[in-house]
């Protein structure tokens, strides 16, 4: 069973999140610009005179897609990274996965996940620095 | 026989150079503040100004301004095409430079005004119809002012109105036409109810950088010679803007944080603050006038929005407000002992002069925002103001120029 998660945190927690997700063998994923507010609902700012509040902060949203029995690690370790303890510190989704294919070579289902030194083929619970191919 | 002097000659070429870089640089000043959607259309609006205002200029514009006298109003026809505006001076206007030199700087101020005005109509202008108001205005309305205060004959040169650089004619006028204009062609959708966020601050910052380096080839060029007026000018011309921009630090870190959009905003209102006294007051004067400023444009501001007005970036308040308490200024601080070809004000002994300049803003306020509303209503009969509904939902850079800024 293939799962998606979909993971909107802060720009300034990037960094860490990726660094992190890196070290336990997430080798793949792409990350869209968004906007958007939750709970906080925006932030108040200075304008010539006086302030004007702005609701649709930018974020940015990790897609990650995996084996299910991969995601409660995956989704740990982007909350202990993306976590301030502020409100504005996101919100994960997961979502079940139909099919993927992979374009460059065909592979469907699972195989198309399968990465040298990705956290799929990786054995379980295995110490893995993770410095495989990024590419992917 | 007047001589032509080299020095003088050159900085008026160098500060008509300085002022036609004004426009460039009030284009971006605006283009920051609208919405990214807008920002080719706002910088346009300023850029066509100048190649519109240069014909118009040499065609008839110099001479209804400068030309003969008819009755104190308006400027004969005799400098026509620049005819007969050539390599000797005009000892009307300036004795040490080539007259032409005169019509060329006078021209730079003639193209500034109505772009100034564009702020009040940003993102929703017909450029049809802004290119037909723009030449009419210039024609009706920046003429014959620049007549009655500058030229040779005019009504309120006659009774001694100090206006240095064109706090009355230059600002005075843009400001409450830029308020009569927005009256008329209404807010953009979703005023009041929708933020209008400035798209490109940084934009905003350098329009206004260039424009207090601009600002010293207006003021300081006003003296019309490398001269003693001029540096004067020059200094005034700095401290006001410096004073202005401390001041509306301060009035916004009250309210919140000191924005920096507010700061560089208060520094060109101080700027245009000290116009019209620049060559006639002491740096100390200065201080106060761009101080004042502040406040008065702030608070100006504050007011339109309580109004609903949507005169969008606020040419009223920054240079109609401004300018009219720059010109009041001058007839408090005016002293004959930093120019003799001056007059002392109220604070120097003189109280009728403050009356003078009154009366000189009064009647073109009256005559600005009136001729506007006339000229604006007038063309909205033949051709609409504004882009259609749709056109201003997707932006004008797009719906007029068929262009777009940022790919």
């Known amino acids: 069973m293939t799962k998606k998660i979909e993971a909107i945190i802060r720009e300034d927690q990037f960094p860490d999140v990726k660094e992190a997700l890196?070290?336990?063998?997430?080798?793949?994923?792409?990350?869209?610009?968004?906007?958007?507010?939750?709970?906080?609902?925006?932030?108040?700012?200075?304008?010539?005179?006086?302030?004007y509040q702005i609701d649709m902060l930018p974020k940015l949203q990790l897609n990650i897609v995996l084996s299910d029995n991969n995601v409660e690690?995956?989704?740990?370790?982007?909350?202990?990274?993306?976590?301030?303890?502020s409100p504005g510190d996101g919100i994960i989704f997961i979502y079940p996965v139909e099919e993927v294919v992979r374009i460059r070579t065909g592979e469907r289902g699972h195989e198309a996940l399968m990465y040298d030194n990705d956290i799929d083929t990786m054995p379980k619970n295995g110490n893995h620095d993770g410095n495989g191919d990024h590419s992917a | 026989m007047e001589s032509i002097n080299a020095g003088d000659t050159a900085w008026v070429l160098i500060s008509s150079a300085l002022v036609l870089m004004m426009v460039p640089a009030l284009a971006f000043f605006y283009g920051g503040m609208v919405r990214k959607k807008n920002i080719l259309s706002t910088l346009n609006l300023n850029f066509i100004i100048i190649c519109l205002i240069s014909i118009q200029w040499v065609l008839y514009g110099y001479s209804l301004a400068f030309g003969g006298d008819f009755l104190g109003l308006i400027g004969g026809f005799n400098f026509l095409g620049l005819k007969g505006v050539?390599?000797?001076?005009?000892?009307?206007?300036?004795?040490?430079?080539?007259h032409l030199a005169f019509a060329a700087f006078q021209m730079m101020f003639a193209i500034i005004t109505p772009a100034l005005i564009t702020g009040a109509f940003v993102e929703r202008v017909r450029f049809k119809a802004f290119l037909?108001?723009?030449?009419?205005?210039?024609?009706?309305?920046?003429?014959?002012v620049a007549h009655w205060v500058w030229g040779a004959g005019g009504?309120?040169?006659?009774?001694?109105?100090?206006?240095?650089?064109?706090?009355?004619?230059?600002?005075?006028?843009?400001?409450?036409?830029?308020?009569?204009?927005?009256?008329?062609?209404?807010?953009?959708?979703g005023f009041g109810t929708r933020i209008f966020e400035p798209h490109n601050i940084p934009y905003s910052v350098l329009g206004a950088g260039l424009l207090w380096v601009g600002w010293f080839g207006f003021n300081g060029g006003s003296a019309l010679?490398?001269?003693g007026t001029a540096v004067n000018?020059?200094?005034?011309?700095?401290?006001?803007?410096?004073?202005?921009?401390?001041?509306?630090?301060?009035?916004?870190?009250?309210?919140?944080?000191?924005?920096?959009?507010?700061?560089?905003?208060?520094?060109?209102?101080?700027?245009?603050?000290?116009?019209p006294a620049a060559g006639f007051v002491t740096p100390l004067a200065a201080i106060v006038i761009g101080g004042v400023a502040a406040p008065i444009s702030y608070y100006a501001i504050r007011l339109r929005q309580s109004r609903n007005l949507d005169e969008s970036l606020d040419v009223w308040a920054c240079h109609g407000m401004g300018g009219t308490w720059g010109a009041l200024?001058?007839?408090?601080?005016?002293?004959?002992?930093?120019?003799?070809?001056?007059?002392?004000?109220?604070?120097?002994?003189?109280?009728?002069?403050?009356?003078?300049?009154?009366?000189?803003?009064?009647?073109?306020?009256?005559?600005?925002?009136?001729?506007?509303?006339?000229?604006?209503?007038?063309?909205?009969?033949?051709?609409?103001?504004?882009?259609?509904?749709?056109?201003?939902?997707?932006?004008?850079?797009?719906?007029e120029h068929g262009e777009r800024a940022y790919v």
Not at chain 2, 86 to 98: E, L, R, S, V, W
Not at chain 2, 132 to 144: C, E, M, R
Not at chain 2, 330 to 348: C, E, Q, R, W
Not at chain 2, 370 to 393: D, F, H, Q, W, Y
């Open chain 2, 233 to 275: 000018a020059f200094v005034t011309t700095n401290t006001a803007a410096a004073a202005a921009g401390i001041v509306w630090m301060f009035l916004s870190w009250k309210d919140n944080k000191p924005s920096v959009l507010g700061i560089v905003t208060g520094a060109v209102v101080g700027l245009v603050a000290i116009t």
């Open chain 2, 132 to 144: 037909i108001f723009s030449v009419i205005w210039a024609t009706l309305v920046y003429d014959p």
């Open chain 1, 73 to 85: 690690k995956t989704v740990q370790t982007i909350v202990k990274a993306a976590r301030t303890g």
């Open chain 2, 155 to 189: 009504v309120f040169h006659q009774l001694g109105a100090l206006d240095f650089a064109g706090g009355t004619v230059v600002h005075v006028t843009a400001g409450f036409s830029a308020l009569a204009f927005a009256t008329v062609i209404g807010a953009r959708k």
């Open chain 2, 86 to 98: 050539g390599t000797a001076p005009n000892p009307d206007y300036a004795p040490t430079i080539p």
């Open chain 2, 329 to 399: 200024a001058t007839g408090l601080f005016a002293s004959k002992a930093v120019n003799s070809a001056g007059a002392d004000g109220l604070f120097y002994g003189n109280p009728s002069q403050f009356l003078i300049q009154l009366l000189t803003i009064g009647i073109v306020i009256v005559f600005a925002f009136g001729m506007t509303l006339l000229i604006s209503k007038l063309i909205a009969r033949v051709t609409p103001l504004r882009v259609s509904v749709n056109e201003e939902e997707v932006g004008l850079d797009i719906s």
């Open chain 1, 22 to 51: 890196r070290k336990i063998g997430i080798v793949g994923m792409n990350v869209m610009e968004v906007r958007g507010h939750g709970q906080q609902g925006g932030i108040v700012l200075a304008g010539r005179t006086g302030t």
């Open chain 2, 225 to 227: 010679a490398a001269n």
